[in-house]
């Protein structure tokens, strides 16, 4: 992708935008889950069952506002591949708002960066992806840092953990569902369903522990769902000006803002280790995002005179002629 100066710099600022407006979602999911807006109105904490409910209840809205005036067509629609990321999507949001609730949002957020490190060896066995000694490594080095964070077998270790890593299985999961849909559905088509189907799920499950909102918990819930479009929005939009390889490492600020808003509200802090664990899950990811743009990059033909072919890198090589074979045979 060609772009100019000022087109990279937009495409930065706007995934900067969407990784403070990620954190603001956790943040709210975490004020919701603490108990929050029920001061003197005898309401209790917000289940994150109820959390995730408004998430896709409040997102769905000016989805559907949309969907009226550009009336996108619907013929083909894959409602199983819909399905299959919804239920994960929903797991997954669910999953982290109550694990936000229970331990320091930089801590829980730098666990669910493990996701892309879980779609990599799902691609393996689902998409028959290759995958090289490079993008090994950064799975390698994110793993060494979720166990700093989750600490199994300490008397550091929290719980919470448990719930966070299951929300990056669920997110992980969620990403080759998106695969499959990706070039088969145009996106407008995908956010709708995705949130139709959300907005069903989210509010059977919420009437299970449904308890009646305050005033403020009503806003803070549609807070939720409303920034986490705008989210969306910054994040599409972004991908379309710059490469991925390039804004990618960008969203990794979340983790930052994750961290500040918590010390400013909650007055909470990662410990050390907790800091050195987040790091180096960031690290693996950065790698790993680096690897996949490289990986897609069109290797450049020899030429015929100098009759050898040049690879400075050979793990490059073998992994685009992995991707070349995304789709392969079916034996």
Known sequence: MTVDGSAVRRAAALMILASALVAVTTLLAKALGRGIG???????????????????????????????????????????????????????????????????????????FLSPMIAMVLAILFLSERVGPWRWAAAGISLAGALILIRPGSEAFQPAALIALAAALMMGTETIFIKRLSGREPLLRILIVNNAMGTVLAVSAALFVWTSPTPLQWLMMAGVGVVMVTAQACFVSAMRLADASYVMPFFYATLVFAALYDAAIFREWPDALGFVGAAIVVAGAVILAWREARARKPITPPRPSVGIATASDPDAKNENAGDAQTHPRRQ
């Open 38 to 112: 029920t001061e003197g109105d005898g309401a209790a904490p917000m289940h994150a069952l109820m959390i995730g409910a408004g998430r896709y209840v409040f997102a769905f809205i000016p989805l559907a506002a949309i969907g009226l005036w550009k009336r996108p067509s619907f013929k083909g629609t894959r409602l199983d591949l819909h399905f299959g990321r919804t239920l994960m999507g929903w797991g997954g949001g669910t999953s982290l708002f109550a694990a936000s609730a229970l331990m320091p949002l930089a801590t829980a957020t730098a666990i669910s």
